[in-house]
C-alpha cells in the first residue's frame, strides 16, 4: 500500500461502516508504515490499478501464546467479492507472517458478518474463541 492509494482505501472502509477522515487515515499508514518489520498493508489492484482490496497484518508476541501474526483488517470491494480477491490477499499475508516466523495467523470478525465467517472457514481458519471487547475511549473522537 502506498500513500497515494489512501483515498481508495477509505471508500472500502467506508463499506464496512468505518468512517475516517483523509488526514486522520493518512497519520494512521504513516504510523503503521513505519513499522515494516511488524506491520504491513497490502493491496489488491486491478490491470489500471484501482484499489479493490486491502489487508493489515501485525506481528505480536505475548506470554501466553507466543509470536503470532493478526489479520487487523480485511476489506474487499463489495463489487469484487467472490472473484478471488480477499484469498489472494490472504495467502499473501499467510506467506509474510510465515517469513517472520509467526507460529499463527489469527483474526478478529464482527458477529453479524457472516459472509466473512464463511470465507475464513474456507481459508481453512477456524473460530476458537468468542468473546466480548471492552473499550475505554481517551477522546470523544474515538467514541
Keep these: ?16 461502516g468505518y468512517i475516517v477522515s ?12 513505519s513499522d515494516s518489520r511488524n506491520c504491513a498493508l497490502l493491496v489488491a489492484k486491478t490491470q489500471q490499478g484501482a ?3 486491502w489487508i493489515e497484518l501485525s506481528i505480536q508476541t505475548h506470554l501466553c501464546s ?11 470491494s463489495d463489487k469484487q467479492r467472490g472473484r478471488g480477491v480477499g484469498s489472494a490477499l ?5 506467506v509474510w507472517a510465515h517469513k517472520r516466523s509467526a507460529l499463527e495467523i489469527w483474526l478478529r470478525t464482527n458477529i453479524k458478518r457472516k459472509d466473512a ?7 481453512g481458519y477456524k473460530n476458537t474463541k468468542t468473546s466480548l ?11
Design 1 to 16: 500500500m502506498q500513500k497515494e492509494d489512501s483515498l481508495q482505501v477509505r471508500e472500502l472502509l467506508q463499506q464496512l
Design 22 to 33: 483523509i488526514e486522520e487515515l493518512m497519520l494512521r499508514f504513516d504510523q503503521v508504515a
Design 51 to 53: 484499489v479493490v482490496g
Design 66 to 76: 507466543g509470536l503470532s501474526a493478526q489479520i487487523c483488517g480485511l476489506v474487499v
Design 90 to 94: 490472504l495467502e499473501s499475508a499467510e
Design 117 to 123: 465467517h464463511r470465507f475464513y472457514e474456507r481459508a
Design 133 to 143: 471487547k471492552y473499550v475505554k475511549c481517551f477522546s470523544d473522537e474515538n467514541k
